[in-house]
């Protein structure tokens, strides 16, 4: 039968696309990233509010908080401040205790001896606007008193930062890149390696695949099987992806969007290119069980591989990281990390997918005649050895 592969393809879309649990987890996800994404861009927004306590008569620090006020707001920065006035050092204690007030900013007695007290530990970047408005207010008084001014004295003291590599994509929005591009090669490598798995067992332990195999040629019956199971996982990716790039659309990541879609679109392209492989393992340890009891044996050495690559590719850095992007499966996840990272030349990614694709083709090759060997033995567990050395199913297979 000719072109059977296209109705196999067809089939695996069609149950895939309408499995409740298939359409569920896809809800879940989507709904977590939509979460996480709305949660990053709260937590962007939110301007923290403090109350600090000034106690009566300390009119440095007063003025303190109020220019600190002045300067978060100047420079866009997510605090407001508010002054707590109190009568004396009881009182701002008291405050700190009973909440009334997050901090109590003092000058001293002697207008040099500056403290910021909290009941407990006091907001980091709170401490951080008030050190730096103290020590500012603390030189422009000094410089009148010297009969100067703070521009004459910090005139040439600016310094520009500078990045040599032209990358604008903070170190740490590469590492949660990472970790996400990790995750959705292993959430789409198993989820759809499973369902390829599970319904080649289902076929060969029901005896259908032997009433299959009198009109489809088993190697079209693979085709159909890999053809259909990566145009799920692909469009399952490409619609999380999607989602994502949308989502941060509307955060503070949405400067870095034109490199993150970049590296997206890398993504897709290797993982569609690696993912055939994978598919065509996980119908090869399919058609090694005889019952579907055996599949977590036959399908555990998948696991544990898929498993190591999502442990190991969002974690690398550096000259690993440079190796495991020229090492399929890694450099499913690996280059369009280092892609994003701006530490690639224009040819690496081009040479990785080569290798990749080199990689795939001899996965493939070596997968359809363990495939064939395989399927139509029963009675027990099939070893890779005994299914590429077997005879049956090779007659089947043009």
């Known amino acids: 039968m000719r072109n059977a592969w296209m109705l196999v393809a067809t089939r695996e879309v069609v149950v895939r696309a309408l499995n409740k649990g298939f359409l569920i987890g896809l809800a879940v996800n989507i709904v977590l990233i939509g979460g996480l994404i709305g949660f990053s861009a709260f ?14 008569g300390d009119d440095a620090a007063a003025a303190a908080v109020e220019a600190a006020g002045q300067e978060a707001a100047a420079s866009d920065q997510e605090i407001e401040l508010s002054p707590v006035r109190v009568d004396d050092a009881a009182a701002a204690e008291a405050a700190l205790e009973d909440e009334t007030a997050d901090a109590w900013l003092s000058s001293g007695a002697d207008g040099a001896t500056w403290s910021l007290s909290g009941w407990r530990e006091p907001d980091a970047d709170l401490a951080e606007l008030v050190e730096t408005t103290v020590r500012d207010q603390v030189m422009a008084d000094r410089a009148t008193d010297h009969g100067t001014t703070m521009e004459a004295l910090t005139a040439g003291t600016e310094i520009e930062t500078e990045r040599l590599d032209g990358n604008p994509v903070d170190p740490q929005i590469v590492f949660m890149a990472g970790f996400v591009l990790a995750f959705l090669f292993f959430m789409g490598t198993v989820g759809s390696g499973a369902m390829i798995a599970g319904s080649v067992i289902e076929e060969k332990q029901s005896r259908l695949v032997e009433i299959i195999a009198t009109a489809v040629p088993l190697r079209q019956l693979l085709a159909g099987k890999i053809i259909g199971s990566s145009v799920i996982a692909l469009a399952q990716n490409v619609l999380l992806v999607v989602v994502g790039l949308i989502g941060a659309s509307f955060t503070d990541l949405s400067a870095v969007l034109p490199a993150m879609t970049a590296t997206m679109v890398w993504f897709v392209v290797f993982f569609t290119v690696g993912f055939v492989a994978v598919a065509a393992l996980y119908a090869v340890a399919g058609s090694l069980a005889s019952r579907t009891e055996d599949l977590q044996y036959t399908t555990s050495p998948l696991m544990m591989l898929l498993m190591g690559v999502y442990i190991v590719t969002f974690s690398a850095d550096g000259v690993f990281e440079r190796v495991l992007s020229y090492i399929p499966p890694a450099s ?8 994003l990272n701006g530490d690639t030349l224009w040819w690496e990614p081009l040479v990785s997918l080569l290798i990749l694709v080199a990689a795939t083709f001899g996965a493939v090759l070596l ?17 890779w050895r005994s299914a590429l050395t077997s005879d049956r199913g090779t007659t089947l297979g043009a």
């Open 332 to 339: 499913i996840v690996s280059m369009p990390v280092r892609v």
């Open 43 to 56: 937590m962007d927004g939110r301007t923290e509010s403090f109350d600090v306590a000034v106690v009566a």
């Open 367 to 383: 997968s359809e005649r363990a495939y064939r060997g395989a399927l139509m033995q029963t009675g027990g567990r099939v070893t």
